[in-house]
């Protein structure tokens, strides 16, 4: 049974910075596209981060030069370095591992941007 198992979503000030984690199991983690995805209030759940099993990344255009996303393949655990943050960036944040079209999610993590 494949889980993921983020951490890390807290109440933060403009400016401020968080890093979130996801923990997998039950996949072998390094042959699958992990992402990072958030939904805001309101919102359509949209992409925000990804990276392939080589360390190829792409961003969402509203974080580039702000987040940075990661993986350690030996912890099976994918990151997302968000600095700078905005209140715009208040969402609950997923992880998501993806292979074809199999595609797993984890429960989510809340971020709260916040004066």
């Known amino acids: 049974q494949v889980q993921l198992v983020e951490s890390g979503g807290d109440l933060v000030q403009p400016g401020g910075s968080l890093r979130l984690s996801c923990v997998v199991s039950g996949s072998i983690f390094s042959i699958y596209v992990m992402g990072w995805y958030r939904q805001a209030p309101g919102k359509q759940r949209e992409v925000v981060a990804t990276i392939t099993t080589v360390g190829g990344t792409n961003y969402a255009d509203s974080v580039k030069g702000r987040f940075t996303i990661s993986r350690d393949n030996a912890k099976k655990t994918v990151y997302l370095q968000m600095n700078s943050l905005r209140p715009e960036d208040t969402a609950v944040y997923y992880c998501?591992?993806?292979?074809?079209?199999?595609?797993?999610w984890g429960q989510g993590t809340q971020v709260t941007v916040s004066s």
């Open positions: 998501n591992q993806a292979l074809g079209a199999l595609s797993f």
